[in-house]
């Protein structure tokens, strides 16, 4: 570990003037029993990064938009500070206005979650020069792997199985076509300041190269403020998994197994699980080895994901570093029996992990269902509006992440994302099966979710055989949700009618019958009435 990064962490603890923190190897300090965390962030991860607070004994403290007033986390939270208007621009990306609030607040650390400010070097350096524990890496690390190109280099010199492709940022379009000849087609051109899909494109023919090239660097330019493109070979028939790391402060590190996202849509997760049917142990241990050499070779400290293409022959190929908690931490927490917000939380403080290699083992099997208020049916297009009823489903071996409460308007100025919900069985067909019980309950009436997309993908039979790559959305989409366009006005009116007729069942209980088989009418009735449709009170 470097000395400088140690150094630095000392000295930003100690600005704070509130924490002390270990020496290496040291006992755990105590942090300041009365810590108050600022959570820079909204929704769900504020909602989970609040109770990792409170379940630490540390006060959390929130930001909000005024969009967001009357947000459970506003509720829950010690205290609140609005911070500006519903645009992100004017509210969660003000980096000043968050550390008036942190000021405000006389908060000792600060917790970005996903999105917004999370991966910002410069609001880290902004956290640290203000004497707040950023819950995070380090800003050096993080402006590392954030340079794409940097990165892929960094790994290649340490010997970690890169993506055959250009190693500098390309200067010029003859550069790149210079590469698809050697390499052959189809190559993909990446942002090197990007990450998560934005500015990339898939080039099929050098044909193609020019208006590419174009395109990518325009959308760089718009995304991240750099128009800098590299090239790579593009891989087809791969999956996307991702190894968690944990690193303290101390120069301990441990990986925390893979989890396997692979079904996606334009670069849209939707669902991920943990571990990955392609892994077997020994697989699991070259790969987390991979990835404890990426936090070696970049002084990484706190949280981190290392993603990894893997072919059909089960070679990985390193692709980038996130320097952050992820939207997808849930089924890794549940398979390790690891608070990952709490050992961020933890690490940022100064504790040292208390975490062995040897005994963190994938337990069981756990899926994240992504629900999104966006419309499967019509391309998932955005579904803002009121939630006007909330079901959420509960049982063995399921867990919601939501903010979500009935009443919520759902607005058109922040991510999708209004849920996780996460099931985890003793293997993979038992998580399924209770997913498949769970997406049955779960209700968001008033807007379109994703939730029919989910009982559809749960049928599926690639998808329950594991069969997964990442085009097995692409290509399996319109089977998926051609069945959902059906509620059209035909559909809508038999479930009005198997509406009326179940509820004259109720005033006759005796025309159901006690225990009786529901009629196909009674199914397509409470089938509709679960994906929103029909009256907006029980009808059984
Ligand atoms: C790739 C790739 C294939 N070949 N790079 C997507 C997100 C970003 N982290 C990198 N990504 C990819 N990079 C090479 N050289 C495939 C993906 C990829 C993907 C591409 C198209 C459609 C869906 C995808 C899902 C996951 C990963």
Redesign the pocket.
């Known amino acids: 570990m470097p000395r400088t990064v140690r150094t630095t962490r000392k000295k930003r603890a100690r600005a704070g003037g509130t924490l002390r923190v270990s020496r290496p190897r040291g006992p755990a300090a105590p942090a300041r029993p009365s810590a108050r965390i600022l959570i820079a962030n909204r929704g769900e991860i504020a909602l989970r990064v609040l109770r990792a607070c409170r379940e630490m004994g540390y006060s959390p403290v929130v930001v909000y938009s005024e969009a967001d007033r009357d947000t459970l986390p506003v509720r829950l939270a010690d205290a609140a500070f609005c911070i500006g208007p519903a645009p992100a621009a004017t509210s969660y990306l003000d980096i000043d206005a968050i550390l008036r609030a942190a000021r405000a607040a006389r908060a000792d650390a600060v917790h970005p979650g996903y999105g917004f400010l999370a991966e910002n070097p410069e609001f880290a350096r902004a956290c640290d020069g203000a004497g707040l524990v950023f819950v995070g890496p380090p800003p050096e690390a993080m402006h590392l792997v954030g340079d794409k190109v940097e990165a892929r280099r960094l790994m290649e010199k340490r010997g970690v199985p890169v ?1 055959p ?1 250009l190693l500098d940022r390309a200067a010029d379009t003859a550069a790149i076509a210079a590469f698809g000849q050697r390499i052959g087609y189809p190559i ?1 051109l ?1 942002a090197a300041a990007g ?3 934005k500015g ?1 494109r ?1 080039v099929r023919a050098e044909g193609e190269l020019d208006s590419a090239v174009r395109a990518a660097r325009s959308e760089a330019k718009t995304s991240f403020g750099d128009d800098g493109l590299y090239a ?5 028939n ?1 999956r ?1 998994v991702e190894i968690q790391i944990l690193a303290d402060n101390h120069g301990r590190a441990v990986h925390l197994g893979e989890r396997e ?2 079904v ?1 849509r334009r ?1 849209q997760k939707l669902v991920e699980e943990a571990p990955s049917v392609a892994l077997d142990p020994a697989a699991r241990e070259r790969l987390g080895g991979m990835a404890l050499e990426v936090v070696r070779a970049c002084g990484y400290q706190n949280a981190g994901t290392v ?1 990894f ?1 893997l072919d059909g022959r089960g070679r990985a190929h390193f ?2 570093v996130n320097a952050r908690i992820q939207v997808e931490h849930p089924v890794t927490e549940m398979v390790m029996g690891v608070d990952l917000v709490r050992a961020q939380i933890a690490i940022a403080l100064g504790e040292p992990l208390g975490l062995e290699q040897e005994r963190l083992r994938p337990r069981g099997w756990a899926i994240e269902c992504r629900i999104l208020a966006e419309d499967p049916a019509h391309g998932f297009r955005p579904s803002p509006g009121r939630i006007v009823a909330l079901r959420v489903p509960a049982g063995p071996g399921i867990r919601v992440d939501t903010a979500l409460q009935a009443g919520d308007s759902i607005s058109l100025h922040y991510d999708a994302l209004i849920a996780k919900l996460i099931a985890w069985g003793r293997d993979r067909a038992e998580a399924i099966h209770r997913m498949r019980r769970a997406v049955d309950e779960f209700l968001v009436a008033g807007i379109k979710t994703s939730l029919p997309f989910d009982r559809a993908l749960l049928r599926d039979a690639d998808f329950v055989a594991g069969r997964l790559d ?2 097995f959305l ?1 290509r399996r989409i319109g089977s998926l949700t051609e069945s959902l366009r059906e509620v059209g006005p035909e559909a809508e009116m038999a479930a009005v009618a198997a509406c009326i007729r179940a509820t004259e069942e109720i005033s006759r209980p005796e025309a159901a019958g006690d225990g009786a088989a529901l009629g196909a009418w009674s199914l397509a009735g409470r089938r509709a009435l679960m994906d929103g449709y029909g009256p907006r009170r029980p009808v059984v």
């Open positions: 993506i492709g993909i990446k990450g998560g899909g990339m898939v790579e070979k593009f891989m087809e791969v996307h996202c692979s996606q670069h993603e293409l692709m980038e990442i085009g692409d």
